[in-house]
C-alpha cells in the first residue's frame, strides 16, 4: 500500500512514518521546512519527501492520505485531496486501524511528564525481553529512536490531548483506545485549542470512558482535576500514585540516603518497601513519572524487581535536562520545558542537584499558549529557584514582558534576538554557572550559539 502523509516532518507524522514502513508499506509525504534531522532520518529509512503542499503531490493517487493536525483548509493539497474525493485519515486514526487495533496499548495522558514517562515505561517492558511498540515525542536515549513498531502485543504511545485533525476535533488520544491508561497531571494548556480547563476535563474524560473494565488505571492521585475527571465517571480499577503517602495513593516513594534531588528514592506500596531506585534523572516530577512507569508496567506483567533494575540503566531523553556542553566550568543545558509548572519542577530538581551554585535560566515562551499570555501571571513564581532569568522576547510575541521582568528584578533581562541573547549570555555566565535553556522548539540554535560564544571567551 502507498501511504502518503502531510505534515510528515513533525515528531508524531515522521513516527507514523517509521511505523508504516516497518509494517511494509511504502511512505511518502510532503512538509514545509524540511531539514535535519527529521529529512535524514526519514532519508534512511527510504522515505521521499516532497517540499511544500502543492496539489500535484497527489499525482499519481496514494492509496491512503495520512493528514497531520498542521494541515488546513486552503492548502492547495487539501483542497485537491478533497475536490477528487481520495481516502484519507487522521495520523492518531491510521495508528489506531493499522497497529492498535490487536495491540495492548499503554497510553501516558497528561499536561507534563508525557514523553519521560511514555520512554520509562517502553523501557521497562523492553528490559524485560517485550520488545514493545512505541511513539513518544522524544527520543530515548535508550533506543535513539521515537517510534517503532516492535513486537505484539505491547505498544506504548505518548498521548496528546491536541486536537486530531482539520476534519476531526477530538483529542488524539481517543483514538488509541488504551488497555493501561497512565493520568500524569491536568492543567490548562493549548489555549489555542480549548476555552478552559473544563473543556481539557471533558476530553480526558472521554479518553477515561474507553478503556475496559479489565484495564487499569494509574493516576495521580494528588491532581485535584484528575479526581474531578474519574468523579465523572470510571468503570476501570484505578491506581494512584503520588510523591507522598495520600490516602488514594497506592504507589508512594521516599528520597533515602540523604539524597535531595531525587536520584535515589524507595518505591512504596501502601507503605510496604518494594525496593531503592538509584538512577540518572533528578526531580520530584520524574520520582512521579517513574512510579506511574513502574505500576502500568506492573499491569503488563512486569514485576517491580525488574522495572527497578530497568530505571537504573533509563539513560535518559534528548532535550529533557541534557547536557549539551561545558566550557570553563560553564555547564548548559538543553530542556523541553514551557509551561509554567514544568519550568519551576524543572529549575527546582536542577537546584537541588547543584545546590548554591548559580542557576541562569533561559526561557523561549514558544508554545501557542505561551505566545498568547495565559502565562505571564504565573512565569516569574516558576522561575523564583534561579539566580538570573533571560527571557527570549521576539516582536512578534503577542504581549506585553514587562511585567514578567519587573516581577523578578535585578535577576530579570530580556533580549529580542537570538544571536544577541548567546553575546550577553556569554559575557553575562561565569565558571560554576549552570545555564538552564527552556524552550519547545530550537531556540534559533541558542545553545551552539553559546557554546561558541564561550570558546570564543575562553581563547580570548
Same mark, same amino acid.
Given at each position: 500500500m502507498h501511504v502518503h502523509i502531510l505534515g510528515i516532518c513533525g515528531t508524531f507524522m515522521g513516527g507514523i512514518a517509521a511505523i508504516a514502513r516497518a509494517a511494509g508499506h511504502r511512505v511518502t509525504g510532503s512538509?514545509?521546512?524540511?531539514?535535519?534531522?527529521?529529512?535524514?532520518?526519514?532519508?534512511?529509512?527510504?522515505?521521499?519527501?516532497i517540499e511544500g503542499f502543492d496539489a500535484a503531490q497527489l499525482e499519481p493517487a496514494p492509496d491512503i492520505v495520512v493528514v497531520g493536525n498542521v494541515m488546513t483548509r486552503g492548502q492547495p493539497v487539501i483542497e485537491e485531496l478533497l475536490e477528487r474525493g481520495l481516502p484519507y485519515v487522521s495520523g492518531p486514526e491510521w495508528l489506531s486501524r493499522a497497529v492498535l487495533h490487536d495491540r495492548w496499548v499503554l497510553a501516558v495522558a497528561g499536561t507534563h511528564g508525557k514523553t519521560t514517562t511514555s520512554s520509562l515505561v517502553a523501557w521497562i517492558l523492553e528490559h524485560a525481553g517485550l520488545a514493545p511498540g512505541f511513539l513518544i515525542g522524544g527520543v530515548p536515549a535508550n533506543f535513539e529512536l521515537s517510534a517503532r513498531l516492535g513486537r505484539a502485543p505491547f505498544f506504548v504511545i505518548e498521548a496528546d490531548e491536541y486536537d486530531t485533525a482539520f476534519f476531526d476535533k477530538r483529542a488524539k488520544f481517543v483514538h488509541y483506545r488504551p488497555r493501561t491508561l497512565i493520568?500524569?497531571? +491536568? !492543567?490548562?494548556?493549548? %489555549?489555542d485549542i480549548y476555552p478552559d480547563v473544563a473543556s481539557i476535563q471533558r476530553q480526558f474524560h472521554h479518553l477515561v470512558r474507553i478503556v475496559p473494565g479489565g484495564g487499569r488505571i494509574v493516576w495521580n492521585a494528588a491532581d485535584a482535576r484528575l479526581r474531578e475527571t474519574l468523579a465523572m465517571g470510571c468503570w476501570t480499577p484505578c491506581e494512584g500514585f503520588a510523591r507522598d503517602d495520600t490516602q488514594e495513593a497506592q504507589w508512594s516513594a521516599m528520597p533515602v540516603g540523604g539524597v535531595d534531588d531525587f536520584?535515589?528514592?524507595?518505591? +512504596? !506500596?501502601?507503605?510496604? %518497601?518494594?525496593?531503592?531506585?538509584?538512577w540518572s534523572l533528578i526531580g520530584a516530577h520524574n520520582m512521579e513519572n517513574a512510579l506511574a512507569a513502574i505500576a502500568a508496567a506492573r499491569h503488563a506483567g512486569v514485576a517491580v524487581e525488574q522495572a527497578i533494575q530497568a530505571l537504573e540503566s533509563f539513560q535518559g531523553i534528548a532535550r529533557r535536562m541534557q547536557l549539551r556542553g561545558e566550557v570553563n566550568g560553564i555547564r548548559v543545558y538543553d530542556d523541553f520545558a514551557h509551561h509554567p509548572t514544568a519550568i519551576a519542577t524543572t529549575v527546582d530538581g536542577l537546584r537541588r542537584r547543584v545546590?548554591?551554585?548559580?542557576i541562569v535560566a533561559v526561557l523561549e515562551p514558544r508554545s501557542n499558549t505561551m505566545r498568547m499570555g495565559v502565562h505571564q501571571d504565573t512565569l516569574a513564581p516558576s522561575l523564583s529557584d534561579a539566580d538570573e532569568v533571560w527571557l527570549y522576547t521576539p516582536p512578534d510575541l503577542g504581549w506585553d514582558a514587562s511585567s514578567v521582568i519587573a516581577s523578578l528584578g535585578r535577576r530579570g533581562h530580556t533580549s529580542p534576538d537570538v544571536d544577541a541573547?548567546?553575546?550577553?549570555l556569554a559575557n553575562a555566565v561565569r565558571p560554576g554557572d549552570?545555564?538552564?535553556i527552556m524552550s519547545n522548539g530550537g531556540f534559533g540554535g541558542l545553545h551552539g550559539k553559546l557554546l561558541t560564544a564561550l570558546q570564543a571567551t575562553q581563547r580570548a
Open positions: 512538509d514545509r521546512n524540511v531539514y535535519p534531522p527529521m529529512s535524514t532520518q526519514l532519508a534512511a529509512l527510504g522515505v521521499e519527501v493520568l500524569n497531571n +491536568l !492543567e490548562y494548556d493549548h %489555549a536520584s535515589r528514592f524507595e518505591v +512504596l !506500596e501502601g507503605g510496604r %518497601a518494594l525496593g531503592i531506585v538509584t545546590g548554591r551554585a548559580r541573547l548567546a553575546r550577553e549552570h545555564v538552564l
